[in-house]
């Protein structure tokens, strides 16, 4: 997607196709200096897709952006974080401490995880970046609709999307090879 365009009436194939397209209109039209952009994409085949390397991923992606409102004990966090537990991976929760703390450094963040269900411990994937959610921080999150996630987020926004009857049936029919569904006016 170009710069200045908008996400009204595109025609996507997938929830992580529409998170990607997202996320380029985020860094074509969103990005400066006092805005963070970060992403995961999660996956089931990746058995490293776990809680904490997806919140060290997220970490990882505020700490690189240049600011030089940063202080510089961000370093000396995850040095003692690591040399604390050696060669284990610190969890999650202790990534999300020093995320919190980056993140107030930005008057706007943006993150987007995609795929939520496919996190081989989803539950406290979703706990640890619910908890981002604050002043300026805005998620999107998409998953397939599994109950527990379902009911987790159940009195947040939330937008639906699913293919028409009528046109799963035309695609069956058809010899195409791919169905895509338009999702329009997502302003």
């Known amino acids: ?3 200045g365009h908008n996400i009204s ?6 929830l992580t196709l529409y998170s990607s397209t997202v ?12 805005t963070a952009i ?10 490293h897709h776990t809680p904490s390397n997806l919140v060290g991923s997220i970490l990882q992606q505020v700490a690189t952006k240049e600011s030089s409102a940063f202080p510089l004990e961000l370093p000396e ?4 974080l690591h040399t604390e537990y050696g060669v284990e991976r610190p969890p999650a929760n202790e990534f999300t401490k ?13 993150i987007v995880v995609d795929a939520l269900d496919e996190c081989s411990e989803w539950e406290i994937l979703q706990d640890e970046t619910r ?3 604050t002043d300026g921080v805005k ?10 996630i379902e009911d987790f987020f159940s009195l947040e926004a939330r937008l639906a999307i699913s293919a028409v009857d009528s046109d799963v049936r035309e695609y069956l029919k058809g010899g195409s090879a791919i169905l895509w569904i338009c999702f329009a006016h997502l302003h």
């Open 131 to 133: 908890s981002l959610a």
């Open 1 to 3: 997607m170009r710069a």
């Open 23 to 34: 996320i380029d209109f985020l860094e074509c039209n969103m990005c400066d200096d006092d």
């Open 77 to 80: 966090k995850l040095i003692k």
């Open 9 to 14: 009436e595109l025609c996507i194939p997938s």
């Open 139 to 148: 998620l999107l999150i998409t998953s397939r609709p599994i109950k527990g």
């Open 98 to 110: 020093i995320l919190k703390e980056r993140l107030r450094f930005f008057s706007r963040v943006y």
């Open 38 to 47: 970060a992403f995961v994409y999660c996956n089931y085949k990746e058995a």
